[in-house]
């Protein structure tokens, strides 16, 4: 009889230590998936941005993400008028390297590589087009255009000018300030510049939407932090010659918001308190909720980014 309950007893115990296992496990599982939920909001690789200027408002749809296997990011843009996502305006593909710059004293800042880039615009439905490749061994930047203008064909080499080693294409300057960790930096410290070139990857037809914007192809620019405003966002300035532009990032170093004031240029994220508080934003995001169907679930671009890098090769 007592060994019969002895028995019993051990076979409770045993109940209670596969149960408590399971709870355990169950209780890993959910917070690993919560931590996957709150990456997530990181990753998230496409935004949709209010765009405003001289000429009208637009819907900017951007795309930004990498491929560890390639080692490269990839930022994609598209331009086109409210609930009129099937014509596009104006597009680009900028894609970079992902690597470390070695300063003479030895110290490593990690940078993004220009590699190549296209830029397509339509100016009264004609076709605009520029691409950008990089040509290590003449450490230039090998530009190709093509147009209905006989100036603007052909193909030019353009060497790289002598300065810091951080070079950004337009498009892609956000992420490619974000990978020095200047914003980190810079936000620890509470001040902070960078010097750097911006590569302008619109080049000669981007010149040709603005006033002001040199004609060239880099141009050596400064960008400095401005503290953080009301929502928390930071806030940064880039200075180019006599212009300059503002934009703000969230705490993931996404970007929120751009003002060119000088263009009378307004960028700012579908989501942001900005876009929020004003009326008519249902009405926004109903015109451009067209354009984001397919965008349902989280992606990190993967096979896209290999195919948009084989086709921008081509």
């Excluded at 007893?9 to 709150?38: H, M, Q, S």
């Amino acid at each position: 009889m007592f060994l019969r309950k002895n028995e019993y007893f051990f076979k409770d115990i045993l109940f209670l230590c596969k149960l408590f296992l399971i709870i355990v496990a169950l209780n890993g599982c959910a917070f690993v998936n919560a931590l996957k939920e709150k990456s997530s909001v990181k990753s998230s690789p496409r935004a949709l941005f209010h765009m405003t200027d001289l000429s009208g408002q637009f819907i900017l749809e951007r795309e930004s993400g990498g491929n560890a296997k390639k080692n490269i990011h990839i930022v994609k843009r598209r331009i086109y008028l409210p609930g009129q996502s099937e014509k596009e305006l104006e597009k680009s593909i900028a894609i970079a390297d992902v690597g470390v710059l070695e300063g003479v004293d030895g110290t490593k800042t990690p940078i993004l590589k220009p590699k190549i880039s296209q830029y397509t615009v339509w100016f009264d439905s004609k076709k605009y087009f520029t691409e950008m490749k990089l040509e290590s061994a003449s450490k230039s930047l090998s530009v190709s255009m093509s147009s209905p203008e006989a100036k603007w064909n052909g193909k030019v080499k353009v060497p790289f000018p002598k300065g810091t080693g951080v070079f950004c294409f337009f498009s892609q300057v956000v992420e490619c300030i974000a990978r020095t960790r200047f914003f980190e930096l810079s936000t620890n410290k509470n001040a902070g510049q960078l010097n750097f070139h911006i590569i302008w990857d619109g080049y000669p037809y981007f010149q040709e939407q603005y006033t002001n914007i040199p004609s060239e192809v880099f141009s050596r620019a400064q960008v400095t932090y401005e503290g953080r405003n009301d929502n928390g966002e930071r806030k940064y300035s880039i200075l180019f010659g006599e212009e300059s532009i503002f934009f703000n990032v969230d705490e993931y170093e996404n970007l929120s918001k751009i003002f060119w004031i000088s263009q009378g240029l307004t960028i700012v994220r579908s989501d942001s308190p900005a876009v929020k508080s004003k009326t008519g934003s249902n009405k926004f995001k109903k015109q451009t909720k067209e354009s984001f169907e397919r965008d349902d679930q989280n992606t990190d671009l993967g096979e896209e980014v290999e195919e948009a890098e084989e086709e921008a090769l081509e």
